[in-house]
């Protein structure tokens, strides 16, 4: 499996921060492939992470494949707003995102799943998917998001109620303004996507089921509601989302 690609930056909002594409040339991952990034904001710099493709789980016959992300953010901001991952029918999957935040810091996240391929109609039948996103303060846990889903189980009440995607968002810190002005943001957002928002020790967490173009749009406008006071500037879409 080819490693990752990182694109020369972009700095479509000065100086003060850096946008990064991430790119994975071979376009997914098997049963037992292995693919780990680790990010480091440190020192007051900004940095907005963001990918122009999905990440793909591909149907494993044999051994899971596993995917770990660390991001390390002292003293800085970070705001990471991949692309969807697709789990095709077969995949068996770990994904775990860790993100630790200290002196400060500041952080914005998202992670956006498809359980099948609704092209050509191909949904989640069979294979397993395992996900761990989460956030520490100060090596304090703030908020955890787990899931451990198999295709029997996605028509449970217990499980995504026939939704064929689901997301997270993640951010700190954050206030009950923040909430307000969210809560805002997604009621003015036509979407097919069912959405919940609230606070947890500080930090903003919106969780969301639907297609994932719903729960995309859902996210965007929470990232735009919550990035002035979260991350303390205005909105900047990146480049590579118009194209």
Not at 116 to 136: D, K
Request: neutral net charge; hydrophobic residues 45%.
């Amino acid at each position: 499996m080819g490693p990752l690609v990182v694109q020369r930056p972009f700095y479509p909002e000065g100086n003060e921060c850096a946008h990064v594409y991430l790119i994975h040339p071979p376009g997914g991952v098997v049963g037992g492939d292995s693919l780990a990034l680790d990010v480091r904001v440190t020192g007051g710099a900004g940095a907005l992470l963001t990918t122009p493709a999905a990440t793909k789980l591909y149907r494993s016959p044999s051994g899971a494949a596993q995917v770990t992300q660390e991001l390390l953010v002292d003293e800085g901001r970070l705001e990471w707003l991949p692309g969807e991952t697709i789990a095709f029918d077969g995949a068996d999957a770990e994904l775990a995102t860790a993100v630790r935040i200290a002196g400060g810091a500041r952080f914005f996240g998202w992670e956006i799943c498809t359980l099948g391929r609704q092209a050509g109609s191909q949904p989640f039948v069979e294979g397993r998917l395992r996900q761990r996103f989460g956030l520490l303060v100060d090596d304090r846990p703030v908020a955890t998001e787990r899931a451990f889903l198999s295709g029997s189980s996605l028509g449970s009440v217990l499980g995504l109620r026939r939704a064929r995607g689901y997301g997270t968002v993640l951010a700190y810190p954050a206030t009950a303004t923040d909430l307000a002005s969210c809560r805002a943001a997604l009621a003015g957002t036509p979407t097919a996507a069912f959405v919940a928002a609230t606070l947890v020790d500080g930090a903003l967490v919106v969780r969301a089921l639907g297609d994932a173009p719903d729960v995309r749009t859902s996210f965007e406008a929470v990232w735009r509601a919550a990035r002035p006071t979260v991350i303390g500037a205005e909105a900047t879409a990146p480049r590579i989302w118009r194209t």
